[in-house]
């Protein structure tokens, strides 16, 4: 059996005739009776549309198409295709049938760019150690092929990877390398996310100043692109840091007001109008954003909701809330412990303030993030009031 006559099992089952699957793939009559009697091999996109014609899931057919194929640019084509709909397992099986091909035809940009690949989805499933070596090979490679743009996004890459490893300041000197790279190739969208990032790292390091710069000129970059809004709570975050709620409440409403906004984004520009709340003593109105945030709970990253969470609790601690408070411990329990480390911090210190148990996840030895000022909340929680809560209600 070959992939023709897998495809043409389906169709049969189906019911469907030649004319009918070519019509809805917007292929040749023809071409589609030649790929099932055998007689030619299917390119990637003729591929990729007549299993979607055909509904078929990538474990109907991929096992036997990449028996068959020989040509790395098609196995990298279906693998990235099969990365983009979120098919992971299915994509590094078809990934590394291409680095074996490329490796054994000669073909170096092929090999390259499948390592590139790899290395994406090696990134995505927060694999970052191999995510490493793969941008590594690239990035060796884009620099032999003189490729300025190539050398860029290989850079870049290689940062962004740095920084998810905790190498705060090695991803900052790549990044910084791969601004130059983009810069001279007055690549506008990929500066700026470079900027972005780089940005991300500095508010890691809780260099505020210079993070702030780097999301200014990130939100610059990115005006009326993907991610300006992400430059623009950057911005809030270090005026918040810098220079107290006054200074970041502006940029949080210019957010807030924006409808379209991603759902991510607007909640956590909730949370942070919700810390500069808590800040000025404003405990009820904090409480109130921190709901609307926690409406959109099922479309949010687990992190993100650990975060409002932690600051849920945190608030209704300083309104005398146990009960709430302890409720908001236990949600915050259940979400799993994708948390930021001072958040994982912060829950701890509530539970011995509430006189609960403690959440499973293990403080870090070094708690560095960008939620430092709500660790420094819970510790003053915990000097004011070094045992449980319960004569308030």
């Known amino acids: ?19 009918v699957e070519a019509q809805r793939a917007e292929l040749p009559r023809s071409y589609l009776s030649m790929i099932e009697r055998g007689r030619r091999s299917p390119s990637a996109k003729a591929l990729l549309r007549i299993v979607q014609v055909l509904d078929m899931t990538a474990d109907m057919w991929l096992t036997q198409w990449i028996r068959e194929e ?17 098919d992971n397992g299915s994509a590094r099986v078809a990934l590394s049938r291409a680095l074996i091909v490329s490796r054994n035809s000669g073909k170096a940009r092929c090999f390259a760019a499948v390592v590139y690949v790899l290395g994406r989805l090696h990134f995505s499933q927060g694999r970052y150690a191999r ?13 032999r092929s003189a490729d300025a743009y190539t050398l860029g996004v290989a850079t870049y ?9 905790g190498r705060d300041v090695e991803a900052v000197a790549k990044l910084d390398e791969s601004i130059r790279l983009f810069g001279k190739q007055h690549m506008t969208a990929e500066l700026g ?3 972005l990032a780089r940005a991300n ?3 890691a390091m809780r260099m505020y100043s210079q993070a702030d710069v780097s999301y200014r000129r990130a939100a610059h970059l990115l005006r009326g692109r993907p991610h300006y ?10 005026a918040l840091a810098l220079r107290g709620p006054d200074a970041a409440n502006p940029v949080l409403r210019s957010i807030l007001r924006l409808k379209t906004a991603d759902q991510t984004v607007m909640a956590e520009a909730l949370a942070y109008t919700a810390v500069a709340l808590r800040w000025s003593g404003r405990y009820e109105e904090a409480l109130l954003q921190l709901r609307k945030a926690l409406e959109l709970r099922d479309l949010l990253p687990r992190g993100v909701l650990a975060a409002l969470l932690a600051e849920t609790a945190l608030c209704q601690t300083f309104e005398g809330r146990v009960e709430l408070a302890r409720l908001t411990l236990e949600d915050y329990r259940r979400a799993g412990d994708d948390a930021d480390s001072s958040n994982i911090a912060v829950m701890s210190i509530l539970a011995e303030i509430l006189g609960v148990e403690r959440p499973d996840s293990p403080i870090p030895p070094d ?5 430092e000022r709500r660790l420094t909340a819970a510790l003053q929680l915990l000097r004011d009031q070094p045992t449980p809560l319960e004569s308030q209600g």
Request: charged share 25%; net charge positive; proline share 0%.
């Open 229 to 238: 809004l992400d430059a623009r709570l950057g911005m809030a975050i270090t």
């Open 1 to 19: 059996m070959n992939i023709g006559d897998v495809l043409r099992t389906r169709r049969k089952s189906l019911q469907l005739t030649v004319t």
């Open 201 to 203: 790292r500095l508010l």
């Open 70 to 86: 020989s040509h790395c640019e098609r196995l990298l084509e279906v693998g990235r295709e099969l990365l983009a709909q979120g």
């Open 131 to 143: 995510a490493r070596r793969c941008f590594e090979r690239h990035l060796s490679w884009a620099r």
């Open 193 to 195: 996310r470079a900027w």
């Open 367 to 371: 708690v560095k993030d960008g939620h």
């Open 157 to 165: 890459s290689l940062g962004l990877t740095l920084g998810q490893m």
